[in-house]
């Protein structure tokens, strides 16, 4: 079954750092992918997403690249704030008529210090 | 355009005992997905539903169900209540079954005493 993997939490970064959180996926098909950002006390919100191979999602300066050769969809930030804090969700979509429920990763949670 | 909207936010009940959730998708989307998050499953899928069809079942027990209405608002039941249902439960709308934009709500808190 399709699966999704990300790096343990929690990351802890001080402002301005460079952000990297890995997730690599597993699926039969031709997924897309997806990164959610879940701030304390809310819900999900759609960061970023990309439906086929090399394509590149960004927003609010978080880019991902969609690696078909690795099956990753690695999180990028060049320098973090205060703001970012929150739990990042990897999520993958596979494509097949009928079956195209979200599965997650388990969440990563990024605190970033002044 | 209003977003989301998940009632009530939150919920205590006891073991036994049965609970209703509701969700009120944005305007327009036909499509509602439920989620159970906790911490240590993370986020799983319940079900789906489209046009009040159920399209979507995750791996759940039979005391989890749900329903969608005419005016795509969605409801989850869950029956004779165990600890281990304790989460968060967070309803998602779109606009169709794509899922290329899904939207979240801020969920329910439901406690199991």
């Known amino acids: 079954g399709n699966s999704v993997t990300q790096m343990e939490g929690p990351v802890t970064l001080s402002e301005e750092a460079f952000l990297t959180i890995n997730c690599t996926y597993t699926?039969?098909?031709?997924?897309?992918l997806f990164w959610y950002v879940q701030y304390p006390g809310e819900g999900l919100q759609l960061l970023l997403k990309?439906?086929?191979?090399?394509d590149k999602g960004s927003n609010k300066g978080f880019e991902a690249t969609y690696r078909k050769e690795t099956t990753s969809f690695h999180l990028e930030k060049g320098s973090v704030q205060v703001s970012d804090s929150a739990v990042y969700f990897c999520a993958l979509r596979e494509s097949n008529f009928g079956n195209e429920k979200l599965t997650f990763g388990t969440g990563t949670r990024l605190t970033i210090i002044p | 355009k209003a977003g989301v909207t998940q009632t009530p936010r939150y919920l205590i009940k006891t073991r036994g005992q049965q609970v209703t959730l509701s969700c009120s998708p944005i305007?327009?989307?036909?499509?509602v997905s439920w989620y159970q998050q906790t911490p240590g499953q993370g986020l799983q899928f319940l079900f789906e539903?489209?046009?009040?069809?159920?399209?979507n079942k995750g791996n759940f027990p039979g005391r989890f169900s749900g329903r969608q209405f005419s005016n795509s608002r969605s409801e989850m039941n869950v029956s004779t209540l165990e600890l281990g249902d304790s989460a968060l439960y967070l309803c998602?709308?779109?606009?169709?079954?794509?899922?290329?934009?899904?939207?979240f709500g801020p969920g329910t808190r439901l406690t199991v005493l």
């Open positions: 990309a439906t086929k191979a090399d």
């Open positions: 998602a709308s779109s606009l169709d079954t794509s899922y290329n934009e899904q939207f």
């Open positions: 305007s327009g989307h036909r499509s």
């Open positions: 699926a039969t098909g031709y997924p897309s």
């Open positions: 539903y489209f046009s009040e069809t159920q399209r």
